[in-house]
């Protein structure tokens, strides 16, 4: 115990960069988080962290020591949590999920809904567009929207599918016109997503498979909520996933803009770390998001 102890503070200097913010976190001295570091040191015969009076610098075997401590730290709560479940208490504790910032009034229905069952269930909700590192987040579940998903280590399970569109306001459309094919998209204002793993162009489905649209952006914005904004001031036309643009096509300030060609269904993926004991709160928790997010 005295050991999972030293490497759970360890893991808590590189997380937070400091051996203060350590201390201050697991309510001890310096001096205690610097000694339980020293002794993993001498007892792995290795330097983890390189430290002056100025600065500290974690080492390449702190990093994979570091990494292996934070994936038994986990699988311990995991199981402490199922064992605990299984003996009739109800689901509690911390539920961290990561998402695109675009998901993220969705997803608030969805915290809000299981909570209403589960009170003591909480949520540490992290929404951002960048890909999530699960051992340094210490994420539960990450959402994503793809066509697909690369092969890795984690365990991903599909939600449900949205479709791609092309979306502008009413005010751009009455304006500037509506275009009927790709071939008038050249004299439109498009806006580009830069948060986007489609980059510089968007995705069209041909005979061939999926093609790429290349467009002269008017603008490109990294921020699903600015880009958002931007169709509806009626700075041009973008493309969005539906899931994305419905409340906004319900409220009347954004119109689906038909092409004569059509774009990719996106997937919306649950991506969860490949875990021995899963906490119960989590697997009811994905249950509950399958429901939410059935068509």
Wanted: hydrophobic share 45%; charged share 20%.
């Amino acid at each position: 115990m005295d050991k999972l102890r030293k490497m759970a503070v360890f893991a808590r200097v590189v997380e937070l960069g400091s051996f203060a913010a350590a201390a201050a976190d697991q309510n001890v001295t310096p001096a205690i988080v610097g000694r339980h570091v020293a002794d993993l040191e001498a007892m792995l015969d290795q330097r983890l962290i390189n430290r002056t009076t100025r600065s500290m610098e974690i080492t390449e075997a702190g990093q994979r020591y570091y990494h292996g401590c934070k994936a038994m730290l986990v699988q311990l709560d995991a199981l402490e949590q199922e064992v605990s479940d299984q003996h009739g208490s109800r689901p509690a504790g911390i539920i961290r999920l990561a998402a695109p910032e675009g998901l993220g009034s969705l997803l608030l229905d969805a915290a809000e809904s299981f909570q209403a069952q589960y009170p003591e269930v909480l949520f540490d909700l992290i929404f951002d567009n960048a890909q999530t590192d699960f051992v340094s987040a210490n994420v539960d579940i990450a959402v994503r929207l793809a066509i697909s998903l690369e092969d890795s280590s984690l365990i991903v399970s599909k939600l449900s599918n949205t479709r791609l569109g092309l979306f502008a306001a009413p005010s751009y459309l009455e304006k500037n016109g509506t275009p009927a094919g790709v071939s008038d998209l050249g004299s439109h204002a498009c806006l580009a997503f830069g948060g986007s793993r489609f980059g510089d162009s968007w995705p069209l489905v041909s005979q061939t498979g999926v093609q790429k649209l290349r467009q002269p952006w008017r603008l490109v914005m990294n921020q699903t909520h600015i880009y958002r904004d931007a169709l509806v001031r009626g700075m041009g036309i973008g493309l969005l996933p539906e899931i994305m643009a419905a409340d906004l096509v319900e409220a009347g300030l954004l119109s689906p803009v038909a092409l004569d060609a059509r774009f990719p269904d996106v997937g919306v993926f649950a991506v969860y770390p490949n875990r021995a004991f899963q906490p119960r709160r989590v697997s009811l928790f994905l249950q509950h998001l399958r429901l939410k997010m059935k068509p």
